[in-house]
């Protein structure tokens, strides 16, 4: 028997059917590709780091509770004092957490479509259902259809990113607010670009009982570090954290990511200068001939470029030494887009040196 029958035999179809996730060679580009802070923490605040670091115990292994990184969190993040907390592995892991823990035959997972790809991947590891509602026109919440998909499928779990990834604007209000009330089963509002946008729903802990928050530092500077944090109320967090391996956080990343907090008016700075390069890359975008950008509320802008032109726009910013994302082979509401992460001013000056350059072949 070959290993190709064993295998074969005892993975699950469902996992053999899917690709693992890919991440492509950035080596010698302008990377803008993967909604990353593009700036580097000051010398002397590395160098307090480091020195930070030269007391960590990395014979011991880590204190499975956290305490003192979820302390500065609750402090830096304004967690309301009533709500528990709970850390993963980045975001993943806590996407991973719940699906997990409301997984059952018949069960569904649903979001909207376009949105965050890992929330119907880990379906899929979970073998539950998967739908996506097709967001409105630019890119807006359909508040009618998707409560009308939820009276159809009752969904264990909604994830709603807000903002939304790839297409970066954030829904209405209201729209989430009525989606939230109408779920039969829990929301997760994945507030993964909160650094850059002007309203959370952190302050609504409380306000509904199947309501809870995902963040991540990731976006702040520290992707690095892979550490995501869930709040809400205790009685969901404690079932999740049932599923949470008991030292998915190391002592590294927890020194890290307490040491990085404590020091958040860095963050704070390069998250404001990423928001005002934003609008300059917006409007410089909205000024190219054949170029519709869209309004964003992340640290990335989705743009669409001529009928027929996304790969070969992507292709030829890749040639140019710059690297985004193309998200023009998902097709539907996709084709011909192109999502540009904020970078440093020279990097997004490349990149647009770059675009014009391509579109004027």
């Not at 009330?181 to 302050?203: K, T």
């Not at 950008?293 to 470029?305: D, H, K, Q």
């Amino acid at each position: 028997m070959t290993d190709t029958t064993l295998v074969a035999r005892w993975v699950r179809p469902s996992i053999r059917s899917l690709a693992a996730y890919h991440v492509p060679d950035a080596s010698g580009l302008v990377k803008l590709d993967a909604m990353e802070n593009p700036y580097h923490w000051p010398p002397e605040l590395v160098d307090a780091w480091l020195e930070t670091l030269r007391n960590v115990a990395l014979n011991r292994y880590p204190d499975p509770r956290s305490p003192q990184l979820i302390d500065t969190l609750r402090r830096v993040a304004g967690i309301p004092a009533d709500q528990s907390v709970i850390l993963g592995n980045g975001s993943d892991e806590l996407i991973q957490v719940i699906i997990m823990a409301l997984a059952g035959p018949g069960r569904v997972v649903m979001s909207v479509e376009p949105s965050f790809v890992m929330y119907r991947m880990i379906a899929g590891y979970a073998d539950m259902d998967y739908v996506g509602v097709p967001l409105g026109e630019g890119f807006a919440l359909d508040r009618e259809a998707f409560i009308a998909a939820m009276q159809a499928h009752e969904p264990a779990v909604v994830f709603l990113a807000y903002p939304n990834n790839p297409t970066g604007n954030r829904f209405a209000r209201e729209d989430m607010e009525a989606v939230i009330e109408a779920a039969p089963g829990l929301v997760v509002v994945d507030e993964a670009y909160a650094p850059f946008a002007d309203d959370s729903f952190l302050g609504d802990l409380g306000r509904y009982p199947n309501l809870v928050v995902m963040r991540t530092v990731s976006k702040q500077g520290l992707a690095g570090l892979r550490l995501g944090y869930l709040c809400g109320p205790r009685a969901w967090l404690e079932q999740f954290d049932k599923l949470r391996l008991p030292y998915n956080i190391n002592v590294l990343t927890q020194a890290s990511a307490a040491f990085a907090l404590d020091h958040h008016t860095v963050l704070d700075e390069q998250a404001a200068a990423i928001r005002r390069d934003r609008e300059s890359l917006m409007q410089a975008l909205a000024e190219m001939p054949g170029v519709i950008p869209y309004p964003s509320e992340a640290n990335f802008i989705l743009c669409r470029v001529p009928a027929g032109q996304g790969d070969r726009v992507f292709e030829g910013l890749k040639s140019r030494g710059v690297l985004i994302k193309n998200l023009s082979p998902q097709g539907g509401p996709l084709t011909d887009c192109l999502r540009v992460t904020v970078g440093r001013p020279d990097e997004n000056e490349r990149f647009l040196a770059a675009l014009g350059s391509v579109l004027g072949q």
